[in-house]
């Protein structure tokens, strides 16, 4: 029922700054945890940054710590993150994804249960 669809991703250069945001079909928005995860090539997918449904609580993950900032407008059924200090290592597939509960924070893929298709972020150096 649930569709997610990212957007913003491009190519920018080390120290620059790029803002995702993914927009969410249906009512079910506002109740949901949403997260970000991303996935270089050859790499396994990991957690960037998630939103409880009232935004109350965020996590992020160590390595992006300080420079990136996930925010949520229900609104707008739209999920942001803003990312900022941009480097190579950044660079892979971001996708957004939400989680039914709501009530807590989710780092693991598994336990998210829609996602949108992701959109590429590539980072020069």
């Known amino acids: 029922q649930v569709q997610l669809v990212e957007s913003g991703g491009g190519l920018v250069q080390a120290g620059g700054s790029l803002r995702l945001s993914c927009a969410a079909s249906?009512?079910?928005?506002?109740?949901?945890?949403m997260g970000w995860f991303r996935q270089a090539p050859g790499k396994e997918r990991e957690f960037v940054a998630a939103?409880?449904?009232?935004?109350?609580?965020?996590r992020y993950a160590d390595s992006v710590q300080g420079r990136f900032t996930i925010s949520r407008d229900n609104a707008k059924n739209t999920v942001y993150l803003q990312m900022n200090s941009l480097k190579a290592e950044d660079t892979a597939i971001y996708y957004c994804?939400?989680?039914?509960?709501?009530?807590?924070?989710?780092?693991?893929?598994?336990?998210?249960?829609?996602w949108g298709q992701g959109t590429q972020v590539t980072v020069s150096s």
């Open positions: 994804a939400a989680e039914s509960n709501g009530i807590i924070i989710v780092t693991t893929p598994g336990r998210y249960d829609y």
């Open positions: 249906g009512r079910t928005f506002s109740s949901s945890t």
């Open positions: 939103i409880t449904r009232s935004g109350a609580k965020t």
